[in-house]
């Protein structure tokens, strides 16, 4: 039995290399109809440094097939892999890789007609097209790899520690509720019994537990309550979240910040940011 597995694993890589006589024809058509889409649409052989080494020279043409085919293949094994990501991240490998094979084919198809009819020239229409495309594969290499490193980041936080254990400075000043006990005046005693009755009431202010304590009104009513941060917990319900949301919504008359309920109720970021978005949504398809 424990000497099967192995053997299983092994046969199953070893009948890979049939892939690369799949992928060798169409890897050349791909690099012949490029390179030939290119130099009819403009590219050509060019100097990298001239002054510097001018017997230097590549063909431009090269860059179309190893730039958008390349990134295609890039992008799909990024959606299609079991890597831990947000679901923006997924969708926008999901959606370049299917535009990039969709452009692949489009230069392949404009190619072939092109040399089918013997145009030596494409269109001006085809030349602005496949000279955008090396700028486009840019941006989309660079926000799918900007994507992935802040989601890396936040796989990197500590999950089972809150990231603030320390109440904020307003909070802390505040006396616990023994403290405000010790500070009433005792009663009158008999030696003063000329101070009016009245005044203890006053000085002697009922004292609530900390959960029934009324807000301070100078502070804003709610200063409190915003610097509260709740234990931080594996997993909440999405109840607990969007309770959260709407509590927050009803007193503060505005929707809270992804920050805000990351720190409040000690869930992801991602996670946070995806209920915020979706009560933003819903908030503006009711105003809409």
Known sequence: ?????????????????PLIAIAAPAFVATWSGWVGLGEKAGFGPVKLLPGIADRFVINSAITLPLGIEAYAAYALGVWL????????????????????????????????????FGQRVAPWQIVVGV???????????????????????????PPGVPEQEVLPPAVE????????????????????????????????????????????????GSHEREHQVLPMRASRPDEEIREFIDSWRREHRELPTPDRVKKTLGIGAARAKKFVDAAQREQREQTG
């Open 81 to 116: 892999s079991s890597r831990q990501m947000s679901g923006r991240t997924r969708r926008f490998a999901m959606v370049s890789g299917i535009t990039a094979l969709v452009l692949g084919a489009l230069g392949q198809v404009a190619y072939h007609l092109l040399e089918t």
């Open 131 to 157: 000279a955008c495309l090396p700028i486009a594969i840019v941006g989309m290499t660079a926000a799918l790899l900007h994507m992935l490193r802040a989601d890396d980041d936040t796989d990197r936080e």
């Open 1 to 17: 039995m424990f000497g099967s597995k192995p053997t299983l694993a092994t046969d199953v890589r070893a009948r890979r290399w």
């Open 173 to 220: 000043r505040k006396a616990p509720a023994s403290t405000v006990m010790a500070r009433v005046p005792a009663p009158a005693t008999r030696e003063a019994p000329e101070a009016p009755a009245a005044v203890l009431p006053q000085e002697a202010p009922a004292v609530l537990p900390p959960a029934e304590q009324e807000p301070d009104r100078e502070s804003g």
